[in-house]
C-alpha cells in the first residue's frame, strides 16, 4: 500500500491532533461549502474519525446569496457522502440578502446565518465539536486586518484552534496544501466569488472586500517585499498573542477570585 500524497498526510494528521480531546464515540461535524479547505477537511475527518472511534458527518450551508447556490450545497453534500460521510444541507435566509445590512456587510451577515445553522445542527445532532477549514492563510489575513484596525492582543491573536465547539485543525496547513489534498484525492472544489476581490460583494465604500482585498494584493505584496515567509510568520505572532492574552486573563481571574474570597473591595475602572 502505497503512502498518501504529503498534503493528505498533513491533513489527518492536523485533524487527528486537534481532535485528540475527544473520547471514543464522540460525534463531530465538518462544516463544508464545497471549496478546496472544506473539502479537504471533510476527506481528512473521513479517513481519521472511524480510526480514531469518532461519529462524523457533515453540514453544509446554503447561503441563497447567489444564482446556483443550492446546486452547489447539493454537490458539496454529494462529495461528502462519497467520502463516507452523512451530509445536510441547510438553507439559511441572510438579512438583507446579498447587500447584507450591517456594518460588516453581506459577509459578516452571511458568516453569522452560518454559524448559527451550525451551532444549531450541532445540538440537534449531539456533536462535541464543529470543524471548519480555516487555514494558514486565513489566519495570516486575519491578524493583518487586526492590525489595520490597530486592535489589541485578543484580537491579533487570531483563530483559536479550539474553543467551546469550534474546532480549526488546519491553521497549520496553507491554502495551497487543500487544494492539493483535493487534487490528489479526485475531488472537484468550487471557487466562490463572493471571496474575489472582484466579486460580487463589496464594502461599504464600493470597494472590495477587506478581506479579499488582503488576499488577492497586500499578502502577495508583503511575500515580494519581505519574503515567502510572512504568511507562517504572522501564523506564529497569532500563537504567541493568544499566549500571552489567555494568561492576562487567567492572572485577571485568579486576582479576582482571591480578592473576593478575602472580602476585599474590588475597584473596576
Known sequence: MSAPHPAVAAARSAVRENLADLPPGARVLVACSGGADSLALAAATAFVAPRAGWLAAAVVVDHGLQPGSA????????????????????????????????????????????????ETTAEDTGAAAVLLGH???D????????????????????????????????????????????????????????????GP?????????????????VLPALADALGPGVVPALGRTAVHLRRDADLLDDLAADLLARAL?????????
Open 71 to 118: 446546486d452547489v450545497a447539493r454537490q458539496a453534500a454529494a462529495h461528502c457522502r462519497t467520502l463516507g460521510l452523512e451530509a445536510t444541507v441547510r438553507a439559511v435566509e441572510v438579512p438583507g440578502g446579498s447587500g447584507g445590512r450591517g456594518a460588516g456587510g453581506p459577509e459578516a451577515a452571511a458568516r453569522t446565518a452560518r454559524y448559527a445553522a451550525l
Open 261 to 269: 474570597a478575602d472580602d476585599a473591595a474590588v475597584v473596576l475602572d
Open 135 to 137: 487555514t494558514l492563510d
Open 139 to 198: 489566519q495570516a489575513e486575519t491578524v493583518l486586518l487586526g492590525l489595520a484596525r490597530g486592535s489589541g492582543a485578543r484580537s491579533l491573536a487570531g483563530m483559536a484552534p479550539a474553543r467551546g465547539p469550534w474546532r480549526r485543525p488546519f491553521l497549520s496547513l496553507r491554502r495551497a496544501q487543500t487544494e492539493a489534498v483535493c487534487h490528489a484525492l479526485g475531488l472537484d472544489f468550487v471557487l466562490d466569488p463572493g471571496n474575489a476581490g472582484a
Open 201 to 217: 460583494w463589496r464594502a461599504a465604500d464600493g470597494t472590495a472586500l477587506r478581506r479579499a482585498a488582503v488576499r488577492e494584493r
